[in-house]
């Protein structure tokens, strides 16, 4: 069955960088796009960004234009999410989701990666 | 970019109430537009995509219509299941903006 498993929960200090990652299983890899969404505590989703699993391409929300980095590597089928430069309110639930270009819409979602910014 | 507004924010139903929640784009969106039921401590599930389909698995009780600025999820006669967080989602190339949410809460 399709799963997408994230890493576990990570604590760092303001202005540290996080690397979150998300193995795929159950489908082949390249054959759909992964997307990155957020939800602070008690908030609503916000969609981070997407990478392209077959060709790398990426594509940012604007308000994480310099702070993020998305990457795959294809031998392990595994996305990869970096934020540097954290800060308090960068504390929030992370989660990646198999992007379906052909039915616009996240079909599958990993189990979410706290992500908690404190001194 | 596109701005989405979801409404109501927070909405008191009873079982087997039928339920409808609106999401309005600042343009056009035609039809891509999906729909996502959130519970507490989990991910997000995927309900409705482009607007008007189900996604396997989902309950014919939900329901998605729309075009052009709005759409609607309706919840045809609300299960206790059914009690959840809901957001709408536009997606293009360039982004996937979602909602604010609709808390459906019990009355």
């Known amino acids: 069955q399709v799963q997408l498993v994230q890493s576990g929960a990570e604590v760092k200090k303001p202005g540290a960088s996080v690397k979150v990652s998300c193995k795929a299983s159950?489908?082949?890899?390249?054959?759909?796009?992964l997307s990155w969404v957020r939800q602070a505590p008690g908030q609503g989703l916000e969609w981070v960004g997407w990478?392209?699993?077959?060709?790398?391409?990426?594509s940012y929300t604007q308000k994480f234009q310099g702070r993020v980095t998305m990457t795959t590597d294809t031998s392990t089928s595994t996305a990869y999410m970096e934020l540097r430069s954290l800060r308090y309110d960068d504390t929030a639930v992370y989660y990646c989701?198999?992007?379906?270009?052909?039915?616009?819409?996240?079909?599958?979602w990993g189990q979410g990666t706290l992500v908690t910014v404190s001194s | 970019d596109i701005q989405v507004t979801q409404s109501p924010s927070t909405l008191s139903a009873s079982v087997g109430d039928r339920v409808t929640i609106t999401c309005r784009a600042s343009q056009s969106i035609s039809s891509w537009l999906a729909w996502y039921q959130q519970k507490p401590g989990k991910a997000p599930k995927l309900l409705i995509y482009k607007a008007s389909h189900l996604q396997g698995g989902v309950p014919s009780r939900f329901s998605g219509s729309g075009s052009g600025t709005e759409s609607t999820l309706t919840i045809s006669s609300l299960q206790p299941d059914d009690f959840a967080t809901y957001y709408c989602?536009?997606?293009?190339?360039?982004?996937?903006?979602f909602g604010q949410g609709t808390k459906v809460e019990i009355k």
């Open positions: 989701a198999r992007d379906r270009i052909a039915m616009a819409s996240f079909d599958r």
């Open positions: 159950g489908y082949t890899f390249s054959n759909y796009g």
């Open positions: 989602q536009h997606y293009n190339s360039f982004s996937r903006t």
């Open positions: 990478i392209s699993t077959s060709k790398g391409n990426t």
